[in-house]
């Protein structure tokens, strides 16, 4: 993971000194091919977009196939369901990782999630990153009417790859990615999503693919 910082951006108006809000972008890959992954490159391309669109943004990049959140265990699911002040040292360490990838969640303005399709789903790695950021009373509540997302005002970006087509036809059926994120973020509040998916990487004409969805995106 890394920290991209950059300064606020101050310029005259008028009369007075006016400053431009400093943004801040959060991209989660999860490809174990690193700088070949095409959902990682598409990650990068649309947070490089981003960039462009809002000068002087902190960017923050949490690799979940180099650095993976432990998959949920006794000893976080314990630390979870008893107060914070009686917690077990193991029961710190475990829930400071979810604390971590919580407030980066919370801090970021865009969230940009690379997805490579296994199997016709996510990687467990984000899987783990969500049982780790989906915590009652802290991204989500329950209310008289049910449950209610606490983390809103946040712009979502998908990056899918797969090597088939399931946005359409035949095979849509057995897509398990981007309708289980819309579902999944929605109920902690995040529903602004867009996706951009590079599909078909293994059928004919599959090594386009990837140019052609950077170059009609748009943020």
């Excluded at 690799?63 to 107060?83: G, I, K, R, V, Y």
């Excluded at 090597?163 to 819309?182: C, H, K, N, Q, V």
């Excluded at 386009?208 to 969805?213: A, E, G, I, P, T």
Aim: aromatic share 8%; hydrophobic share 40%.
């Amino acid at each position: 993971m890394y920290l991209q910082n950059k300064q606020n951006c101050r310029h005259n108006a008028g009369n007075g000194i006016t400053f431009k809000t400093m943004k801040k972008i959060l991209i989660i890959t999860s490809s174990p091919r690193g700088a070949e992954s095409t959902s990682t490159q598409l990650s990068m391309s649309i947070a490089a977009r981003l960039e462009d669109e809002n000068p002087g943004s902190v960017v923050t990049v949490r690799d979940l196939s180099q650095n993976p959140l432990p998959h949920l265990d006794d000893t976080l699911l314990a630390a979870l369901f008893t107060p914070a002040d009686i917690h077990s040292e193991a029961q710190r360490a475990a829930i400071a990782k979810s604390d971590a990838a919580i407030a980066e969640l919370s801090e970021a303005d865009f969230v940009v999630i690379g997805i490579p399709m296994y199997n016709f789903g996510i990687p467990s790695t984000v899987k783990a990153w969500i049982d780790h950021v989906f915590r009652a009373g802290v991204t989500f509540s329950y209310g008289s009417n049910g449950p209610i997302g606490l983390l809103g005002d946040k712009k979502i970006y998908l990056a899918i790859a797969s090597g088939g087509i399931y946005a359409e036809g035949a095979m849509s059926a057995y897509d398990f990615t981007d309708p289980y994120l819309r579902k999944a973020l929605g109920f902690i509040g995040l529903t602004d999503i867009t996706t951009f998916r590079a599909e078909g990487l293994k059928m004919p004409d599959g090594d386009k693919v990837l140019q052609n969805v950077i170059d009609t995106m748009v943020v």
